[in-house]
């Protein structure tokens, strides 16, 4: 096609094959990751190798749509990586193509990939999520005696709650045993203390033997009276050294219908996800009308005279009820207790009612929360394909580093800084402390902005990650200063004048002691003259360009003690002890500002203790070499 040049079809090429090969590089550390968290469930329960693959396929597909933004993020940072390596990027910029440019055919490809995301999150992972949790909770009911968990109670078993202090793996015993069964009403209750017990399932499947060791048995006798106070109830205690219980548990493998998984959100396509919404949303408000309707009842409930509509009710009880002060005082104290009682129980019950409600709408609402996030996260990751490839190529371009080192190591960075602002959007979205729509899309217009800023600095040539300009910021920021690396030259085309230069030192040195003398480096510099008549200090620029006009001479001496000599020499700022902007309204900004201004002040006055002291070395320095060209002879 004319529209499609060869190098669109080269950069093509080289993105999708390194985009197969970290695709299944992710998804298998995923699934890895996955299967890690379900390892307990599937060690030991005899589950068939049908039954194992079949996880293995279902748990990857579902994996499928996080791995395909990772994957985005790694090759695009790996294409670039090496474009930029190779030198490929810069002979495509100077042939005149602009980075939009070469971008151009891969943003196409992007935007394919991420809309095949969509598809495949609307219409295969649904199915695939419905499948692996019914394996997943068939599985956790196979051989549940594996399942035990320590220090919690465990109710998976129906009609039993057991309570483990300690389980022993390997030998299957269970230490500090406690059940409680509760299969009928409240008169069948049994409460078993054991020191000791082991769980195991008969040949068939069908059923749970449950051995125990030294314990007791606390099992409630039959009331005499519904009118018998539960306290009051006798109860029968039985000590026993061993004791065998068959419990009736179907624990063969068998698939749970997926009927059961319909309240799941990630289970539905955006059809089922926006009828659930408009079900769930239905029902929520007629809850909250019927509760509207209930407290206006509890308010207003009485007994209606006949002939009086529930207008004029309200209008003639207002008008006929006598004052709470006399009604109560006319009432005798037998009255007074009765109503007292009923008053209370009246709102213990609305109390009880409206708890349930609460609960009940919380639940409801929680529901219709989750629902509306996984309708949001369809878009969302659909979309971060194409966020992270604006992210992973104008980085790989700026790095210009390629290969899986440096790419896996920042890719992996910026995936774990959005995997914790997803989460933690969608789960402030969930206890409905945020919107939905802010928690959902915030990590969205995290990646939205980071993408916009590599790709313009990406675009200007910009040296946003060069390391030298960040440790110059910080070191002009607490007043450090680099030393000199100087090396000796291979090839000294002239010498330095030996026959002056002990004469030239020394008089550098006279100048330094001079300074010293006259600039009062020791006292407290004037406030008003740093940060509102700021000006430069004439003799520390003269002794700046004399110092690194000798040195620029004396670098190409051949002597390598002369060479590590001037090394030694510190780097002069003529305005550093003088100003701490050059802008001059900067400076009375900061001065204005007094507490910000203060720091800079003391920083001045160190500025200056510090250049006192390099006065001093510069003239020992001086002596240092002029005693070494007198001993060498140099100049004779």
């Known amino acids: 096609m004319p529209f499609i040049k060869k190098l669109d079809i080269y950069m093509i090429r080289g993105f999708l094959l390194i985009f197969a090969g970290t695709f299944f590089i992710c998804l298998f550390i995923f699934v890895l990751q996955f299967l890690w968290m379900w390892m307990s469930n599937l060690v030991g329960k005899g589950l068939t190798i049908n039954m194992l693959a079949k996880f293995f396929w279902y748990s990857s597909l579902t994996l499928i749509p996080m791995s395909i933004p990772l994957a985005v993020l790694l090759a695009s940072l790996i294409s670039f990586g090496n474009l930029g390596e190779r ?16 971008l151009m055919p891969l943003i196409f490809v992007s935007l394919i990939i991420g809309g095949s995301s969509f598809i495949f999150q609307n219409k295969v992972s649904p199915y695939a999520t419905t499948e692996l949790s019914r394996l997943a909770w068939s599985m956790k009911q196979k051989s549940p005696e594996l399942e035990i968990p320590e220090g919690i109670f465990y109710s998976e078993i129906p009609g039993y709650n057991l309570y483990v202090e300690h389980k022993d793996p390997e030998t299957g015993m269970l230490y500090g045993v406690m059940i409680y069964t509760n299969a009928g009403s409240y008169n069948d209750t049994q409460i078993v203390l054991a020191d000791s017990g082991r769980m195991q399932s ?11 060791w030294g314990g007791e048995r606390f099992r409630n006798m039959d009331a005499q009276s519904s009118e018998m106070l539960r306290a009051n109830v006798p109860y029968m205690r039985e000590s026993f050294v061993q004791e065998e219980d068959i419990i009736p548990f179907d624990a063969n493998f068998n698939l749970m219908d997926a009927d059961l998984f319909t309240h799941n959100a990630q289970t539905k396509n955006l059809r089922e996800i926006q009828q659930s919404i408009n079900s ?30 529930d207008s004029l009710r309200i209008v003639k009880e207002a008008a006929e009820m006598p004052a709470f002060d006399s009604l109560y005082l006319a009432m005798p104290d037998e009255q007074r207790v009765k109503s007292w009682r009923g008053a209370l129980n009246r709102a213990e019950a609305m109390q009880s009612e409206c708890q349930f409600r609460a609960f009940e709408t919380g639940d409801r609402n929680l529901t219709l929360r989750k629902h509306r996030i996984e309708w949001y996260k369809k878009f969302t990751m659909s979309l971060a394909c ?6 992973g190529a104008p980085l790989g371009a700026i790095i210009r580093k390629g290969g899986l080192g440096v790419p896996v190591v920042v890719s992996v960075i910026i995936f774990i800084f959005y995997y914790i602002v997803n989460q933690a959007g969608e789960n402030n979205a969930k206890v409905n402390s945020w919107t939905v729509e802010s928690g959902t899309w915030l990590s969205t217009f995290v990646l939205l902005g980071t993408g916009v800023f590599l790709t313009h600095k990406a675009n200007s040539d910009s040296v946003v990650f060069n390391i030298e300009g960040y440790q110059n910021f910080f070191m002009r920021l607490f007043g450090l200063r680099a030393s000199r690396k100087l090396n000796r030259k291979e090839v ?3 010498d330095p004048d030996y026959t002056t230069l002990p004469q030239r030192l020394s008089e550098l040195s006279e100048f330094c002691t001079e300074c010293r003398r006259t600039m009062h480096l020791r006292r407290i510099p004037n406030y008003i003259d740093i940060f509102f008549r700021p000006g430069q200090d004439k003799r520390a620029a003269q002794l700046s360009d004399r110092l690194e006009a000798l040195i620029e001479e004396l670098h190409n001496s051949r002597d390598n003690v ?10 002069i700022n003529p305005s550093a002890h003088t100003r701490p902007f050059d802008s001059k309204r900067l400076n009375m900004a900061f001065g204005l500002f007094f507490p910000l201004g203060l720091i800079f002040f003391l920083r001045i006055w160190r500025y200056r203790l510090r250049l006192r002291l390099d006065l001093q070395n510069i003239g020992n320095i001086n002596n240092l070499i002029s005693e070494r060209i007198i001993k060498q002879g140099y100049g004779q």
């Open 492 to 494: 000294i085309l002239n």
């Open 280 to 309: 769930l949303s239905h029902q929520a408000d007629s809850a909250r009308h019927a509760i509207y309707a209930n407290i206006l009842l509890w308010h207003m409930r009485k007994t209606i005279p006949a002939g009086y509509p």
């Open 562 to 571: 002369i060479i590590m000599y001037i090394n030694q020499y510190p780097i």
């Open 87 to 102: 030198f490929e990027l810069l002979s495509m910029k100077s042939a005149g193509i602009p980075l939009i440019r070469i």
């Open 386 to 391: 194409l966020l992270f490839f604006f992210i």
């Open 202 to 212: 008969t040949s068939d499947k069908m059923h749970l033997k449950l051995t125990l």
